[in-house]
């Protein structure tokens, strides 16, 4: 995605692609100054209330904006899990973590809107403002590039995102490194499971002091991540754990006897 500054204009969004003034072909400037923590941004504070919405009804008005985005997506776990579980699960984990402010919690909620679906930034900065827009923006993936370039992406501009970006971020990770753990994808192996928790960690390092308590989690999971993968065992970072011992495995078994074999998906076609 081309990155673009947004600036505000009456509350609304007044969006411009930063490479504007690039001639065709020229590689687009990379902005590699710190971003300045949302609350201090242009807008003082844009939450783009609608009138008498309250910010609950934005919260909702966000879900629902989301859970249309993402309606005919789905998980890559053996489950098949609707996507929207995932930001749900993300804005849970800030909210349940402390994380007060709304436009956080939206921007959690459509992070991967921009990413992942037809959404535009300036879609979503002319529904929630240009605050929400920005930590979208800057969680999102530049999908022209390759999956390896992608992750050295993250890890090079982590540094640089504003702090409610990274907080998005170290939520993201939990989720996704828990599902992991919980259930890797389909076709997952070892390699892919410890290079996904290697890289992950790469970038929470960096994002962990926007909000200790997640940095927390995330240490802890790194330190404990074990998994089961055709009958092998193997710790999930393989640096961060310690030795795997016999009552780990035990434990291992039994929370992966409880998955499904992945012969059926989930749900099953039930409609109402
Ligand atoms: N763990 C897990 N991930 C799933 C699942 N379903 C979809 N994903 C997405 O797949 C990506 C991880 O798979 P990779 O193989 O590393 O990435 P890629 O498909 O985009 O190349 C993550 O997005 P990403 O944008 O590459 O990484 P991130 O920035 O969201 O961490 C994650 O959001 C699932 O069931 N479990």
Not at 125 to 149: K, N, P
Not at 250 to 265: C, F
Request: hydrophobic share 35%; aromatic share 6%; proline share 8%.
């Amino acid at each position: 995605m081309s990155p673009v500054a947004i600036t505000p204009s009456n509350g609304r969004a007044n969006l411009m692609m930063a490479s504007e003034d690039s001639s065709p072909g020229t590689p687009r400037p990379l902005t590699l100054t710190p971003s300045p923590p949302v609350s201090r941004s242009g807008s003082s504070f844009d939450l783009s209330l609608r009138e008498d919405e309250t910010e609950l009804g934005l919260l909702l008005r966000t879900l629902d904006f989301a859970a249309r985005k993402h309606t005919c997506q789905r998980r890559k776990d053996v489950d098949q899990t609707p996507y929207i579980n995932h930001p749900i699960a993300v804005a849970n984990f800030l909210a349940s973590t402390g994380i007060q402010d709304v436009r956080v919690l939206q921007a959690a909620v459509l992070h991967d809107t921009v990413e992942d679906t037809h959404t535009t930034v300036e879609e979503i900065a002319d529904a929630f403002g240009v605050d929400v827009a920005r930590i979208v923006e800057e969680c999102s993936d530049d999908q022209s590039l390759s999956g390896l370039e992608r992750k050295a992406e993250q890890v090079r501009t982590a540094p640089y995102k504003s702090r409610e970006a990274q907080q998005v971020k170290l939520a993201d990770k939990l989720h996704n490194l828990e599902s992991i753990r919980r259930s890797p994808p389909v076709g997952w192996g070892i390699r892919r499971i410890q290079a996904y928790f290697v890289w992950a960690k790469q970038v929470t390092d960096i994002c962990g002091p926007s909000h200790p308590a997640l940095a927390e989690r995330l240490n802890a999971l790194y330190e404990t991540a074990y998994t089961r993968v055709n009958g092998v065992y193997f710790p999930c970072h393989p640096d961060a754990c310690a030795p795997l011992t016999e009552a780990e495995k035990d434990r291992i078994d039994s929370r992966l006897r409880g998955l499904p074999a992945g012969e059926k998906v989930c749900p099953k076609p039930l409609f109402f």
